[in-house]
């Protein structure tokens, strides 16, 4: 699994997770967070306990390589931005959650829409994040949580504990359900909605 984005919201999903057997997380950072990441770990405060997990770390997502799931957790203008690195994260099974701010890219894909307005052109006027993310990989995600950094990869979760996610065209499917499982497993009141 990889973060992509260790801030609030990627930190505190991240070192929860991490704390789950069999899941190796990696985490996409770069200049000070990478320092801190690869010095002390990724690290959460929530309530009276503290997490802290070792992570592997890169700016380059090629030596991370390919992910079962790659969770984007930046602000909604740093998309562009990933949307130019992440490919080496993504394999033809890999799942994308989005937790992130704002009305996705892929908001409008699959919907009766008039004529023409099939892109969110303000989001992605040149189809950038479209054709490095497919819209096809990708589970939205609801994040009702308040998380702020206390430094470089180092987040504090404040209250809530909610995500919802769901498949972007609606219905279910396997791959929401084990990613509902999984984040209900490290601890997250997750719902999968329909």
């Known amino acids: 699994i990889c ?28 200049g000070d967070t990478l320092r801190a990441l690869q010095q002390h770990g990724l690290r959460l405060h929530s309530g009276e306990q503290v997490l802290q997990t070792a992570v592997q770390t890169s700016a380059n997502p090629s030596d991370l390589g390919v992910q079962d799931l790659v969770v984007i957790a930046v602000k909604a ?10 490919a080496p994260l993504i394999g033809p099974h890999t799942v994308v959650l989005t937790a992130m701010n704002g009305v996705p890219w892929w908001f409008l894909q699959g ?31 609801v994040v009702h949580a308040s998380c702020a950094l206390l430094g470089r990869g180092h987040a504090k979760h404040h209250f809530g504990n909610g995500l919802i996610v769901g498949e972007p ?10 990613t509902v499982a999984l984040l209900c497993a490290a601890g997250f009141d997750a719902t999968l909605s329909a």
Not at 7 to 30: D, H, K, M, T, Y
Not at 77 to 86: D, F, S, T
Not at 117 to 141: K, N
């Open 3 to 30: 973060i992509f984005g260790a801030g609030a919201i990627g930190g505190w999903i991240g070192a929860r997770v991490a704390q789950q057997p069999n899941v190796q997380l990696s985490v996409v950072a770069r």
């Open 77 to 86: 203008p740093a998309l562009q931005e990933v949307a130019k690195h992440i």
């Open 111 to 141: 919907q009766k829409a008039e004529a023409g307005a099939t892109r969110l052109h303000t989001i992605d006027p040149d189809g950038v994040i479209e054709r490095a993310i497919p819209a096809t990989q990708v589970l939205g995600c």
């Open 169 to 178: 065209l609606g219905g279910r499917s396997d791959r929401a359900e084990r």
